[in-house]
């Protein structure tokens, strides 16, 4: 398996990125024996949230690197400050409260790496900068980034941060993926349009993708006349979304791949440093995204693909 650098993390972080959404108390045996075949692949990086699964999921990870006393080998990124049904809560006592909480339910003193799950543009970039350091600081966290923020966001806070001395951003996570959303999948999504990717190339500033196969859409289950899944169908049904699945499958043909190999292959081979958060549940998915982590595109073939240019 490949792994990425990041500013201010000791540790290297895979380029896959084992998803935490499923873990609950009541599957703790199926949430472990996933960790344990991710981790004997190669992976050594989770994803998690304060609100996943109520907490359930920070708590299972908790247990986890508990039982298998392998803490350190992990590189553990988990989310706070996401909006309640009051509205945004990127703020001092929002941040403190997720943080410390997190912290018990890992049963750990501290955190590798650590988003904002939302932003609140109303909240100066530089101040939620000021608010983060002091748990950089203090060595709660090692490195810092965000969720679901504009490229334009992160620029104005880590200008911030080099201007004052600080620790600024060392990473995003939106969604990319070879489909593309037609609008966010929840309130507050970002997703990686042309302009923020030309950003991320420019900058060589790294990307941690969610949803990097689209929830399914190569799979192959789905198809303009199966409008089954309401929520797939709004965020990525288009007539642009089906011609990319198409030359998906073509260029998988050829490769003897699979198209959802060939989909979690174009994050993986972007211009920029990128991981694929993968929501492998099984033996066999979590071998079909190690095998699909292992293709090489061109240039070419990236653009053919997301239908910049018709030829490869």
């Not at 750990?108 to 904002?116: E, F, G, S």
């Not at 490229?151 to 070879?178: C, V």
């Not at 969610?210 to 309401?230: I, M, V, Y």
């Amino acid at each position: 398996m490949e792994y990425i650098s990041l500013q201010g993390l000791e540790k290297k972080v895979s380029r896959l990125m084992k998803g935490s959404d499923y873990f609950y108390h009541q599957n703790y045996e199926k949430a472990a024996a996933n960790m344990d075949a991710f981790f004997a692949a190669g992976g050594n990086s989770i994803d998690s949230a304060h609100i996943y699964c109520g907490g359930q999921s920070e708590e299972v990870i908790g247990r986890y690197l508990k039982e298998r006393n392998n803490r350190d080998e992990w590189v553990i990124l988990t989310k706070g400050a996401h909006h309640d049904q009051h509205g945004p809560r990127v703020s001092k006592e929002a941040i403190k409260h997720d943080i410390t909480a997190s912290l018990s339910r890992l049963q750990t003193d501290y955190i590798d790496m650590y988003a904002l799950h939302r932003d609140d543009p109303n909240v100066p970039a530089g101040e939620v900068i000021e608010i983060l350091n002091e748990y950089v600081k203090n060595g709660t966290v090692r490195t810092i980034g965000v969720s679901n923020w504009t490229w334009e966001r992160i620029r104005d806070a880590n200008a911030y941060a080099e201007e004052k001395g600080l620790t600024g951003f060392s990473f995003s996570s939106p969604n990319l993926s070879l489909a593309k959303a037609n609008e966010p999948f929840w309130p507050g999504c970002v997703s990686a349009d042309e302009e923020t990717c030309k950003w991320h190339e420019a900058e060589q500033f790294p990307l941690f993708s969610w949803s990097s196969q689209a929830r399914g859409f190569f799979t192959g289950r789905f198809t303009p006349e199966n409008r089954d899944n309401a929520d797939l169908v709004r965020v990525f049904y288009s007539d642009a979304n089906w011609e990319r699945l198409e030359r998906a499958k073509q260029l998988a043909a050829e490769r003897n791949v699979t198209p959802i190999q060939i989909a979690l292959a174009y994050v993986l081979n972007q211009p920029f440093p990128t991981c694929a958060l993968i929501g492998a549940q099984s033996e066999e998915e979590l071998r079909s995204c190690d095998e699909g982590s292992r293709i090489k595109l061109t240039r070419e073939e990236l653009a053919w693909l997301d239908l910049s240019s018709d030829e490869r």
